[in-house]
C-alpha cells in the first residue's frame, strides 16, 4: 500500500515536497516514480527513481525544477518540487514496480494521490 501526502496550495515559483510512504517490507524492491494527472488530462509520467535510489528519470517538463530520491529505511520516496508553475497543478500519484529500476508506465501499484495546486 502507498500512502501519499504534502501536497496543498501554493504560489507560483514557490516549492512543495511530496512523500509516499510503503507499507511492507519489501521497498527496496520497488522501483518508485510520480505520476501526475490534470484536469481533462491523462495521467502523465513525472520523474522515477531505481531500487537504490542511484539511478532517476524525470519527464521534459520538470527536469531542473523536480527532485525526486527516496529513504529505503524509511520506506518512503519523496518529490521535491521547486519553481512550481501553475501547469503543475494536478493530483500527484506515486506509484511502485516491483524489481525495476525505471517505472515510466504500468506500475504493479498506485498510491492514492494527493492535490496540488499552484496559485499565479
Known amino acids: 500500500q502507498l500512502q501519499a501526502s504534502g501536497g496543498g496550495l501554493v504560489q507560483a515559483g514557490g516549492s512543495l515536497r511530496l512523500s509516499c510512504a510503503a507499507s511492507g517490507r519489501t521497498f527496496s524492491i520497488l522501483g518508485m516514480a510520480w505520476f501526475r494527472q490534470a484536469p481533462g488530462k491523462e495521467r502523465e509520467f513525472i520523474a522515477t527513481i531505481g531500487r537504490s535510489g542511484g539511478s532517476t528519470l524525470y519527464a521534459d517538463s520538470v527536469k531542473g525544477r523536480f527532485g525526486i530520491s527516496r529513504d529505503n529505511a524509511k520506506n518512503t520516496v519523496y518529490l521535491q518540487m521547486n519553481s512550481l508553475k501553475s501547469e503543475d497543478t494536478a493530483i500527484y500519484y506515486c506509484?511502485?514496480?516491483?524489481?525495476?529500476?525505471?517505472?515510466?508506465?504500468?506500475?504493479?501499484?498506485w498510491g492514492q494521490g494527493t492535490q496540488v495546486t499552484v496559485s499565479s
Open positions: 506509484a511502485a514496480r516491483r524489481y525495476a529500476d525505471y517505472v515510466i508506465r504500468s506500475p504493479d501499484y
